[in-house]
């Protein structure tokens, strides 16, 4: 079956990133001259996904007005000669109806997050999103699951091999390597856990916040299980699975930044307007500056 729809999982409260984040939601945070959620809206939409769901909480509104179209600047700009600027404002909206919006009203884990969007969801896959990660990779890492759940009809998990001590801080997958017939090579999960301890976790294969999942996956969440620090862990309801469904982990080796850190977001601003092409000579002026004076 085709894959359609995206859930943008976006009511966290990022603690990590306080003061920033004390009325800006963390979603909201620029990295060079965008939200960090514009950024997975226009991965899911070049992925050829159609209709999206963000999930948000209270005070968050500011998300939803982002993709909402202000005719009122809009008109303001063209006047005072500011077309291009204008232009810019409605260029990144999706078409009208494509993002719904519904609340978390308990923030129990990204699996209760999840599990509000049982009822939209309906009876077809879908792809999560995590706004958190900013994959800047030449390949669409949406695209690659959305292709190997298309190829294989298992579901699949976007992943990282990342260093040892880090493995504390995701949901890990173990498995054994086998390669598409695309080329694309996958590792069959036969073992998921989240955040383990470094002694326990099964391999390095970490979950980097894209998943393409179907409607199986609410059995399990419905189960409301409290897991890994006492949330309903995402992971938990996807390793409920493995016995009944196959499951892959597709390695995404592009570049990627954990924006629910400050210095993972730091760093993506940096990388950000080293790739665009307005800002990039100053930025790069600005490295050699500040390297030469530390
Ligand atoms: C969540 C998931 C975890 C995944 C991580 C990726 O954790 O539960 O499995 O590895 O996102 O960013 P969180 O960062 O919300 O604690």
Known sequence: MRVRKAIIPAAGLGTRMLPATKVVPKEMLP???????????EEALDAGIEHILIITAREKSSIQDHFDRDANMENFLKKVGKADIAKMMSDYLPETGAITY?????????????????????NEPFVILSPDELLMGEQNCTRMLMDSYEETGGLAIAMQDLPREDVVRYGVIAGTEITLKSGQKVIRADQMVEKPTVEEAPSNHCIIGRYVLDPGIFVHLNKKLAG????????????????????????YDGERFDCGKRIGWLEANIAAALRSEDLKQDMRNIIKKYANNS
């Open 31 to 41: 990295v060079a001259t965008k939200p960090l959620i514009q950024y997975v809206v």
């Open 102 to 122: 519904l609340r978390q009203d308990e923030r129990l884990g990204l699996g209760h997050a999840i599990w509000c969007a049982r009822h939209w969801a309906g």
């Open 228 to 251: 890994a620090g006492g949330e309903i862990q995402l992971t938990d309801a996807i390793s409920a699975q493995l016995a009944t469904r196959d499951i892959y982990g597709v390695l």
